[in-house]
């Protein structure tokens, strides 16, 4: 099972040309996992000002099938990934409404937990692998992008 999130495209998302700008697809991507963190039961300020635990992005890709402009209705779909015990990745595919079942956009983001001060990989909390467990491997759709 995967998580869906719903976003339309705001003008602040578009660059001059008035399409959405290639580095704001991964903040909508990045909107879509707090929201299956929150759907989840993470408390969100909770996590995100952690003093044990962070989980910064250490890759990010993103690949384009067409534009998105201003007023496009969106949906993203999550589908994360674990590497073991200190870090995963999330498969992200962003559709256009209008395109049907055809992705308009692809990302991969790879995250690794820390602690915060010494900047030491740690293992992922319980709360983050139950998060993981909740969701089938991806990798079918995986072995397709790649």
């Known amino acids: 099972m995967s998580f869906y999130y719903t976003r339309i495209v705001h003008f602040q998302d578009t660059d001059a040309a008035g399409v959405v700008y290639f580095a704001n697809v ?3 991507c990045h909107e879509a996992y707090e929201a299956s963190l929150g759907e989840f039961g993470i408390n969100l300020k909770v996590f995100f000002s952690n003093q044990e635990m962070a989980i910064p992005i250490i890759h990010a890709n993103v690949d384009f099938r067409r534009p ?3 007023g496009d209705e969106l949906t993203i ?3 994360p990934k674990n590497w073991g015990d200190d870090e995963f990745e999330i498969f992200y595919q962003v559709f256009l409404k ?3 079942d055809k992705w308009v956009a692809r990302a991969i983001t790879k995250h690794v937990c820390i602690h915060p001060q010494s900047r030491s990989r740690q293992k992922l909390s319980d709360e983050m692998r139950k998060w993981l ?3 089938p491997s991806y990798s079918k759709i ?3 992008y790649k």
Request: include cysteine; glycine fraction near 6%.
């Open 98 to 100: 209008e395109a049907g």
């Open 68 to 70: 998105m402009f201003c």
């Open 133 to 135: 467990l909740s969701f």
């Open 26 to 28: 991964l903040a909508m």
């Open 77 to 79: 779909e999550l589908m």
């Open 142 to 144: 995986n072995n397709e």
